[in-house]
């Protein structure tokens, strides 16, 4: 079964950027739908973004424009770029895999931390 791990947080002061990676194991990230989910404190895990199998690639709007998700065929992984970081995207990200047929992300990494700060 594939594992997936995340990679890349940090603090970083608004308006930076940071590049967050999915690397995974057991299996090949490039079958399956991946997403990039992100939860404040005290708020419920959304979606930031997410690339099917096929390479579309669809966005929060609150992150078009700034963020970019695409696949890292050479390191297994799938990468969040985040550009003009804003306090607001302070979070945890997750990121996760529809591995089964349900249509459901059923596979999560532990999270990666995200300080955005003034």
């Known amino acids: 079964q594939v594992q997936l791990v995340e990679s890349g947080g940090g603090l970083v002061q608004a308006g930076g950027s940071l590049r967050l990676s999915c690397a995974a194991s057991?299996?090949?990230?490039?079958?399956?739908?991946v997403g990039w989910f992100y939860q404040a404190p005290g708020k419920q895990r959304e979606l930031v973004a997410e690339i099917t199998s096929g390479g579309w690639t669809t966005y929060v709007n609150s992150v078009k424009g700034r963020f970019t998700i695409s696949r890292d065929y050479g390191k297994n992984a799938v990468n969040l770029h985040m550009n003009y970081l804003k306090t607001e995207d302070t979070a945890i990200y997750y990121c996760a895999a529809q591995v089964s047929d349900t249509g459901r992300y059923d596979n999560w990494g532990q999270g990666t931390q995200v300080t955005v700060s003034t």
């Open positions: 057991g299996d090949s990230i490039t079958k399956y739908q």
